[in-house]
């Protein structure tokens, strides 16, 4: 059966175009839908806290992409591959975590089954 993936991911991130590049990253990544869940900015306005609920569409591909800051993620259902740069290619399942440095390039292709 084929389903979709849900991660939650929380990242510190410098505020400055986070919400621009946001919209723009989910227009550019069919499949994929990413919903805020909480933004807590920072009292120097240059970084912000963001919690992020992302749905990721069965078999679907995200590009090898970058964040500006940390990026922690939980999975809370489905399975899907990660790729890291540096890092060997690992499988994703419900309940596993990861964490991701800030510019480190990453990639992800969701599964197909469940």
Same mark, same amino acid.
């Given at each position: 059966m084929l389903a979709r993936r849900r +991660?939650? =991911?929380? =990242?510190l991130c410098a505020a400055t175009g986070l919400v621009a590049s946001a919209v723009e990253a989910q227009a550019q990544t069919p499949g994929l839908t990413r919903? *805020?869940?909480? &933004?807590?900015?920072? $009292?120097?306005?240059?970084? =912000?806290? *963001?919690? @992020?609920?992302?749905?990721?569409?069965?078999?679907?591909? @995200?590009? &090898?992409?970058?964040h500006p800051g940390v990026e922690t993620v939980y @999975?809370? #259902?489905g399975e899907a591959d990660l790729s890291m740069?540096?890092? $060997?290619?690992?499988t994703l399942r =419900?309940?596993?975590? +990861? @964490?991701? $440095?800030? #510019?480190l390039p990453h990639g992800a292709r969701n599964g197909g089954k469940r």
């Open positions: +991660f939650a =991911a929380c =990242a919903t *805020v869940l909480r &933004r807590i900015d920072y $009292p120097d306005e240059a970084h =912000a806290v *963001v919690q @992020v609920l992302i749905d990721i569409e069965p078999n679907a591909l @995200v590009a &090898r992409h970058t @999975v809370l #259902e740069k540096g890092q $060997p290619d690992r =419900a309940g596993d975590t +990861f @964490v991701i $440095p800030p #510019e």
